[in-house]
């Protein structure tokens, strides 16, 4: 938010849209800060050297003598000045009787931002002089002594949620970036949706908190993982890119319902939406199937809600992998706006087109449309310039815009092999208007649909650049993904499969005999939670038989089955049927407090890069360190290191910072 004054930001700039209405964060926070279902009041002023919060004062303590710790915020002309803490702001009246010269000294000469303790009466305002806008603009403190608990110099940026600062100076200093208002909301109704999260599984369901080890091994497939080592030479630990095999092995040890706000690791740097390492909600159950994985998900986060948000509806619509990619080019639409692909094969069945007849001919050959509502209206020229090359440069697909004016005349490439029949044929099944634009495309059908799936997210972020709402920021639009593939062909060798989520997913009951002739056609019980276009959760029923999930390790997947041996041979030893799931916290945080980015909603994230710019890490360490360990860092060479820093150009960081927009 930009203001034009600070004191319009100090007062009103409190307030922020929330859901469909506007309150201030403090009495959100106030409000919503319920620790239990018999709603206890917190104590927010036990065991410190205070009587109050800055935020809690209000008439009915008026003739109360308090005392007040916080950060100077605001002055002005020495006569009063604005104090806070996390809890909110007061004013508070600066003594000028010559009696109270030093704690007029006190006030007057401490820097901004220095913390100072103040003991007072609270009296009323002046009549006319009550802030509205402000919870405590009733009263305000009369200052009878204060003390300077630490002067504060000068801040690399002021602490004013409506200056602009770099997301490096702001990670830099983030214990500074910490205090302001956006950062401690953030936080905050974090901490309050993991406290209801926990009251709910362990309180209501008989869950129980386990927490599991960060020190383990290296386990095959899935995501790169960060190496810790060992004094034994040439061993290593590994940091778990999740508790999977841990839960599972509570399931064997019969815990039945376990869950864990856990840390989690992988080595891949950072993206829009995943730090190197991240927090999830992770669950698992015994006897259970995954109508009940999503029951249970659906009752967590409709009991977990923000209050001051729109509720959560329940239960969430469903939707198969095939459905999903063949309706919005994606496992993770988004369903808060239209613009759907739908499949016009059979109009240009006899069409005169070479480019169309080509890709009809080919196996999982087909043609693809979307309509773009007024896109002839607000995209320009260079728009669909832009739009044509993204399906060039990623696709290596053509993808052919037609536009339908008033006058019934095709304003489009397409419009020379386009006949009568088929031009009326295809406005009733795109059920086109005028100023609408429609984008065709035409090859494989997978390779059709993810394109357009991104033109989708493309055309609707340059729709709402030019005023156009799609997406309602205030709209929390759930759904389940299920009927995953089970395995997809690896990367870079397509005669060999890889697990789609991960090698303990149990098949598809209806597609169990597949495994042992056409295992690339097994569908698995594989399930994705998505929000607004963001895949917040993913969890499976499991393997719990030892012969099937060492036939998929070894025979299918081709992986070294003896990393595993420890879980393989607990499945032996009668494993219950279980399943689990877990949440991405960092990712529903971003999305319920309408963060640009999840470094928004964590306290002490990394980088883009994945480094730590306050303590400035990862950091070299002497050779003499390493030798404990049996290590020796081998220094890349001149050409190397040229290598690396060229495979961040300029142009790649446009690309990312492009990802970072539309993702975010």
Not at 197 to 208: A, D, I, K, P, T
Not at 326 to 347: E, L, Q, W
Request: aromatic share 8%; proline share 6%; hydrophobic share 35%.
């Amino acid at each position: 938010m930009y203001f034009s004054s600070w004191l319009s930001q100090l007062y009103r700039g409190l307030s922020r849209p929330i859901g469909r209405t506007t309150q201030p964060i403090w009495v959100s926070l106030s409000r919503n800060l319920v620790l239990s279902s018999q709603r206890k009041i917190p104590e927010f002023s036990s065991f410190v050297a205070r009587t109050n919060t800055c935020g809690e004062l209000r008439s009915s303590h008026l003739g109360q003598e308090v005392t007040l710790c916080g950060w100077i915020q605001y002055r002005r002309k020495n006569m009063f000045l604005v104090l806070r803490d996390c809890h909110g702001l007061v004013q508070v009246i600066i003594p000028q009787d010559e009696s109270a010269a030093s704690v007029k000294k006190i006030l007057c000469e401490a820097p901004l931002e220095s913390v100072v303790r103040i003991s007072g009466a609270v009296i009323s305002r002046p009549p006319g002089q009550e802030n509205p806008k402000m919870p405590t603009g009733e009263i305000e403190i009369k200052v009878k002594t204060a003390e300077l608990l630490n002067s504060c110099k000068k801040l690399p940026f002021e602490i004013k949620d409506f200056v602009k600062k770099t997301e490096a100076l702001r990670l830099q200093y983030r214990y500074l970036d910490l205090r302001s208002v956006q950062m401690q909301y953030n936080l905050r109704l974090r901490s309050q949706m993991v406290m209801k999260m926990r009251e709910y599984l362990c309180n209501l369901h008989g869950f129980v908190d386990v927490e599991t080890p960060t020190l383990f091994k290296r386990t095959p497939g899935g995501a790169r993982e960060f190496l810790v080592p060992s004094r034994e030479p040439g061993k290593f630990y590994s940091l778990p890119q999740s508790p999977q095999q841990f839960k599972q092995l509570l399931m064997v040890g019969g815990l039945d319902r376990y869950f864990q706000v856990a840390r989690c690791y992988r080595d891949e740097g950072s993206r829009p939406d995943r730090q190197p390492e991240f927090t999830q909600i992770d669950i698992e159950m015994s006897f259970v199937d995954q109508t009940g994985i999503q029951s249970l998900i659906e009752g967590l986060l409709q009991y977990s809600w923000p209050s001051d948000r729109d509720p959560v509806v329940i239960p969430f619509p469903s939707m198969t992998f095939a459905e999903a990619l063949a309706t919005y080019g994606t496992d993770k639409p988004d369903t808060r706006f239209g613009m759907k692909i739908i499949d016009i094969s059979d109009v240009f069945r006899n069409t005169k087109s070479e480019f169309l007849q080509d890709a009809l001919r080919k196996p999982q050959g087909t043609v693809k449309a979307m309509c773009v509502r007024e896109g002839a209206k607000y995209l320009k020229r260079k728009d669909i310039e832009s739009i044509r090359k993204c399906a060039t440069d990623h696709f290596n697909q053509e993808v052919l815009p037609v536009f339908l004016k008033a006058n019934s005349n095709w304003n489009s490439p397409a419009a020379k092999f386009i006949v009568e029949e088929q031009r009326l044929e295809l406005t009733r099944i795109m059920e086109t208007r005028e100023e609408d634009m429609v984008l065709l495309t035409a090859g494989e059908h997978k390779k059709a649909c993810s394109l357009l799936g991104k033109l989708r997210l493309e055309c609707a972020h340059l729709l709402e650049g030019r005023g156009v709402v799609l997406r309602d920021p205030t709209c929390f639009s759930f759904l389940w993904v299920v009927d995953f593939p089970l395995f997809l062909p690896k990367e870079g060798n397509p005669r060999e499969l890889e697990s789609a989520h991960h090698p303990f997913t149990a098949p598809h009951p209806s597609d169990g005999h597949l495994l042992y002739t056409a295992p690339e056609k097994v569908r698995s019980q594989h399930y994705d939670l998505v929000l607004n276009g963001n895949e917040i959760g993913g969890g499976s029923i499991r393997i719990h038989d030892a012969e099937l999930q060492g036939y998929i390790l070894s025979t299918l997947l081709k992986e070294d089955a003896t990393l595993l041996s420890h879980l393989l041979q607990a499945l032996d030893y009668g494993a219950p049927p279980h399943g689990g799931i877990a949440l991405g916290l960092d990712r529903l945080m971003c999305l319920v407090t309408g963060a640009p980015s999840i470094r928004d909603v964590i306290a002490f994230p990394k980088s883009f890069q994945g480094r730590d710019l306050m303590s400035n890490v990862p950091d070299s360490v002497p050779s003499e360190e390493l030798k404990p360990y049996h290590i020796q860092v081998s220094w890349p060479t001149d050409s190397e290191a040229e290598k690396r820093k060229e495979s961040f150009t300029p142009s790649r960081k446009l690309r990312v910072l492009s990802s970072v927009l539309h993702q975010c």
